[in-house]
């Protein structure tokens, strides 16, 4: 079983800051995948940020610039830095862990349960 929690979500001026975390634990025997989506009302969910094995895959133009994903591989756990907040960034977020269950083995895809990050004067 494969845990996977957010936080770091909450209200900010446009222009602001803020940073999501995402804590995977349980059991695997490695992260081959980390990524953030978001979802704003009556909008498809959108991917804005993804890493495997290093490597960032080109930021949607939406967010580039101002978005970076970043891992700290002894915590099992990735962020979404987020700077220079726009209105239009009001989404609930989500991250997205593919592990590897075991060498050889299959992949299996986790969402955690959201955050809610509000860009408001």
């Known amino acids: 079983q494969v845990q996977v929690v957010e936080s770091g979500g909450g209200v900010v001026q446009p222009g602001g800051s803020l940073r999501l975390s995402c804590a995977v634990s349980?059991?695997?025997?490695?992260?081959?995948?980390m990524a953030w989506a978001r979802q704003a009302p009556e909008k498809e969910r959108e991917r804005v940020a993804f890493?495997?094995?290093?490597?960032?895959?080109p930021y949607p133009d939406s967010v580039k610039g101002r978005f970076s994903i970043s891992v700290d591989d002894a915590k099992n756990t990735h962020y979404l830095n987020m700077k220079n907040l726009k209105p239009e960034d009001t989404a609930v977020y989500y991250c997205?862990?593919?592990?590897?269950?075991?060498?050889?083995?299959?992949?299996?895809?986790?969402w955690g349960q959201g955050t809610q990050v509000t860009v408001s004067s």
């Open positions: 890493i495997s094995n290093g490597e960032t895959r």
């Open positions: 349980g059991r695997f025997s490695s992260i081959y995948a």
């Open positions: 997205n862990t593919v592990v590897q269950v075991r060498p050889g083995g299959p992949r299996e895809s986790y």
